[in-house]
């Protein structure tokens, strides 16, 4: 019995396309399972990538430190020592300060390390009438850094500056704010202001993966307690 | 509320929320409730600074409210001059040579002159005193030098900071981060996706077709 021709012709013969087919068919197939395998690995490995933000946790509480506390400056200039150490016990801070100048572009250089946090020599020495500039990492690559819960200072709540000569100014937040980098507020932050004052600069909002910075900075405000 | 306040004392700034304010001075020792021997009223703007001063000699003295600078002109500093010298009817007061305010009368102030900062060498001479001291003026920041009688035959200058900035402002934001929290989104996973589908097609196309292709072939036989 002979099998029915497809092309109706009549007659069987072998396609010359059915010799070069069948290996273009297998060829297709393992082709086929090898890429989509690449391309199922790829996207498991693609959304492993993926991190939630790091929560913020309830910070170890700092005990209050302990020493004789700065006066207010009197309004006749005089020397106040500078500052060497930080202590925000409502967000569980404590660290020494390295001193911070400026990068080669006149940015504000930042501490060589994400544990400590750093006085700009350029601004008031704290304690001294006007702004003095502390700024700390917020993570490094792998975790948070010093001023990581900095955001969380709330209104009221006190931050210690221990002088060289081992007195302690004492502030209190004033305000906590947010801006892009690209609107930083070098006026009220670098600019004269006619009391003892404090501002603790870190960064936050969205972190931009291309350049390896935040877009924007977090800066605490705080005044002199009296 | 400041107590016993005697002739060139100087208080810090005090913080105030905005509004009005009355100033009023009493004797020392006196209730709060007596009547003050002087009083006035002034508005407090936002984000200002005043130096509230009582000038004159006993017998006249008066309240005068004085607005202060807050902001200084780039890489400069700012000094201005009160005459508080009782004795010294007028007084001319140089900063390294130069004439900051030339035969000021007693109880004006003078304006505001933006400087070089330094340190600068400050001359204060009335008719028959004169006194010189060295004020150290960084940039960013406001002085107000107050000349005043340390005795009956002698000048002081004080110098008095009104307000102080950062000596540079850096450019910009801080880098102060390094990302190692931030949520951060995973790659983009599209491609990959499309890449399984087309490699599935692919995979299952030929399987038919290599399938299909063998059956004749065995039938055939």
């Keep these: 019995m002979r099998q029915p021709d497809n092309s109706g012709r009549g007659g069987r013969h072998i396609s010359p396309y059915r010799v070069i087919r069948r290996p273009a068919a297998v060829a297709a197939l393992l082709i086929g399972l090898v890429v989509a395998g690449a391309g199922l690995t790829g996207l498991a490995l693609a959304s492993q990538t993926g991190r939630p933000a790091t929560p913020v946790s309830q910070a170890s509480l700092a005990p209050i430190p302990q020493g004789k506390w700065a006066a207010v400056p009197p309004a006749r200039v005089r020397a106040v020592a500078r500052p060497v150490r930080l202590f925000i016990p409502a967000i569980g801070v404590r660290t020494r300060l390295v001193r911070l100048g400026l990068t080669a572009t006149g940015a504000l250089q930042v501490p060589p390390t994400t544990s400590v946090a750093g006085w700009y020599t350029g601004s008031p020495r704290p304690g001294e009438p006007g702004g003095a500039v502390i700024a700390g990492h917020i993570d490094s690559v792998a975790g948070p850094g010093v001023f990581f819960r900095l955001r969380l200072l709330r209104h009221g709540e006190r931050v210690f500056v221990r002088q060289a000569s081992g007195r302690l100014a004492v502030f209190r937040v004033t305000g906590v704010r947010s801006y892009l980098k690209s609107r930083f507020p070098t006026r009220a932050v670098y600019g004269p202001a006619p009391n003892a004052q404090l501002r603790l600069i870190t960064c936050g909002g969205t972190f931009d993966v291309a350049t390896g910075h935040y877009l924007s900075n977090t800066i605490v405000y705080a005044s002199l307690v009296s | ?221």
């Design chain 2, 1 to 221: 509320m400041l107590h016993h306040v005697a002739y060139g004392t100087v208080s810090p700034y005090e913080q105030v929320p905005a509004g009005e304010y009355t100033v009023a001075m009493r004797g020392a020792g006196a209730a709060p409730t007596t009547k003050p021997v002087l009083s006035t009223t002034f508005n407090v703007a936002r984000g200002a600074a005043y130096t509230v001063a009582g000038v004159g000699p006993n017998s006249g003295l008066r309240l005068q409210v004085i607005p202060d600078r807050v902001t200084a002109p780039k890489g400069r500093a700012l000094v201005r001059v009160i005459q508080g010298s009782m004795h010294q009817e007028r007084v001319t007061v140089r900063l390294n040579g130069k004439d900051l305010t030339s035969r000021l009368a007693f109880s004006h102030i003078s304006g505001y002159v933006a400087v070089r900062p330094g340190t600068l060498r400050v001359r204060a001479a009335g008719a028959t005193a004169s006194c010189t001291r060295t004020v150290t003026l960084t940039a960013g920041s406001i002085h107000t030098l107050v000349v005043l009688d340390t005795s009956a035959t002698a000048l002081g200058v004080t110098d008095l900071m009104d307000a102080q900035g950062s000596k540079v402002d850096p450019v910009g934001g801080a880098q102060t981060g390094f990302g190692g929290t931030a949520p951060r989104p995973g790659a983009p996973v599209l491609p990959w996706v499309a890449a399984a589908v087309a490699g599935l097609l692919a995979a299952v196309g030929g399987g038919l077709l290599a399938s299909r292709r063998r059956r004749p072939a065995l039938h055939a036989r």
